[in-house]
């Protein structure tokens, strides 16, 4: 089996570290994962800059350990530790990031520092919610009685030491930036583009009015350009994750969200500015999610600050589906850059517990799809879809479906997001399946490589189908 570069790199320490611990028996409990996130709290809170670069082989540990191996009694007696644990050495993790901007004056750290740290965190992340799902079992996802947004007790919701007091939204400032994973396959899309994996999809920023004290959220949507609502309201996306982050000086991040709040709304006009299918940082006349974020604090600070000093990069050896979706830019500051963005606070992050397996399954397709875009992938929409591509085009031209589409959204992008939300149903309900089947014997859910592998062995067998002219899966429309 030939894997592309991006691949490669996504997937290699999990080759790595398999074939290291493959000597350990299957279900001995030899691994134990308490042990390991403690050594890492131990270890990174004292670690310079010029070891920065270890934290790879630090991430390669994590993603190694496949379920099979780890400790079960040390899940079940620890969950909720190990599980905070994991969040206070992510703390720690963008402390140093601070710290080590620091000792080089301010300057930006190498790629060679940055990318194991995104990494790390990223690895952390999915580990605490793994082991949360496992200590807690929640039950299955009810869209009619979702889990309390932002609320609740640890590991839904985990608080920094220095936020531990705080309720939300009660203690949401202007110029708090919320940012979050949505549960649809274009909001995994928006997460995975890039060349390092993230886990959020959408930002936006908070603002509180004055004299009421009541909370609003700032945001770009897709369907429908810049919008100004109240928390409540932006509560009722039920996305599955969201962190809160408060930028140091908090007196610039009230201004920020003022004069941003003024641009986007006032009380006889709204000034609706449309969403940037094109990523341009340079123009404002439309913006993406982040984009309002990095406007805002650019405005109040004059041009001073630019928020997104490490941003998201796209190198992929096939830019079709980039092209598709209008994205002209090479880099572009994504809502996961949030994450090592060291001018801003970590306050608290949370999570529904009953989406988070789901969505790692997601995670887990999309990353192997854009794969196989790298080894000649394409979407071929079918003829029904180009048609429903076209009418949606034209009836929002017309005026219609105003809450679907925007005017500026290019058709092909309109085919694309037809062909993708039927490709990655396919491929999902087979891991699924083989998840439940698994689960229902008594095992642990399905790790990454694991999920990996079977989205391999899906596609070469979904290809012989379409080769041989027989009904396929999903290649009628992605194929290579």
């Not at 790879?56 to 905070?84: C, F, M």
């Not at 082991?131 to 985990?158: E, I, W």
């Not at 700032?218 to 109240?230: A, F, K």
Request: aromatic share 10%; charged share 25%.
């Amino acid at each position: 089996m030939i894997f592309s570069a991006r691949f490669r790199m996504r997937a290699i320490s999990i080759f790595v570290w398999v074939g290291v611990l493959a000597a350990v028996p299957a279900w001995s409990g030899t691994v134990k994962v308490s042990d390991l996130v403690g050594n890492l709290h131990r270890k990174i809170p004292g670690l310079s800059s010029s070891a920065c670069g270890s934290l790879q082989k630090d991430y390669e540990i994590l993603y190694g350990v496949t379920p099979d191996l780890i400790d079960s009694e040390d899940l079940r007696w620890n969950h909720t530790g190990i599980a905070r644990e994991a969040f206070l050495v992510r703390l720690a993790l963008r402390d140093r990031v601070r710290a080590w901007e620091k000792e080089k004056g301010g300057s930006a750290l190498p790629n060679a520092c940055i990318h194991p740290v995104r990494n790390l965190l990223r690895a952390l992340r999915y580990l605490e919610e793994s082991v949360a799902v496992a200590g807690v079992r929640p039950k299955a996802f009810d869209p009619k009685n979702p889990a309390p947004y932002l609320s609740g007790p640890a590991p839904y919701l985990q608080l920094s030491p220095r936020a531990k007091d705080m309720q939300f939204p009660r203690d949401l400032k202007s110029g708090d930036v919320l940012v979050s994973r949505g549960n649809a396959p274009t909001s995994a899309l928006i997460a995975r583009l890039g060349d390092t994996d993230g886990q959020f999809s959408h930002a936006a920023l908070v603002y509180v009015a004055p004299k009421s004290k009541r909370v609003y959220v700032m945001e770009e949507h897709i369907e429908v350009g810049s919008t100004l609502r109240p928390y409540e309201e932006y509560v009722r996306d039920q996305n599955f994750r969201v962190t809160v982050y408060r930028h140091r000086d908090e007196r610039l991040a009230t201004d920020a969200a003022r004069l941003m709040m003024e641009r986007l709304y006032s009380p006889h006009n709204p000034n609706v500015v449309p969403y940037d299918f094109g990523m341009k940082m340079d123009d404002s006349s439309e913006m993406f999610c982040t984009e309002i974020i990095y406007e805002a604090f650019k405005m109040a600070s004059h041009g001073k600050v630019r928020i997104g000093r490490y941003q998201t990069t796209f190198n992929p050896k096939n830019r079709d589906l980039l092209d598709r979706f209008g994205i002209q830019t090479d880099s572009m500051y994504a809502p996961s850059d949030m994450e090592v963005e060291p001018d801003f606070e970590l306050l608290g992050e949370w999570r529904d517990l009953s989406r988070v397996i789901m969505n790692q399954m997601m995670d887990a397709v999309l990353t192997k799809m854009l794969e196989w875009g790298d080894r000649g992938y394409r979407f071929d929409p079918s003829s029904e879809m180009s048609i429903k591509s076209h009418l949606g085009f034209w009836l929002r031209k017309l005026g219609f479906k105003k809450n679907d589409l925007p005017t500026n959204m290019p058709r092909r992008t309109i085919e694309t997001v037809l062909a993708l939300d039927p490709t990655v149903d396919a491929l999902l309900g087979v891991v699924v399946r083989e998840n439940a089947r698994r689960r229902s014997g008594g095992g642990f859910q399905l790790g990454f490589l694991e999920m990996f592998q079977l989205l391999e062995r899906i596609r070469e067998k979904d290809e012989q189908l379409y080769k041989q002219g027989k009904e396929s899966r999903f290649h009628l429309w992605f194929h290579r």
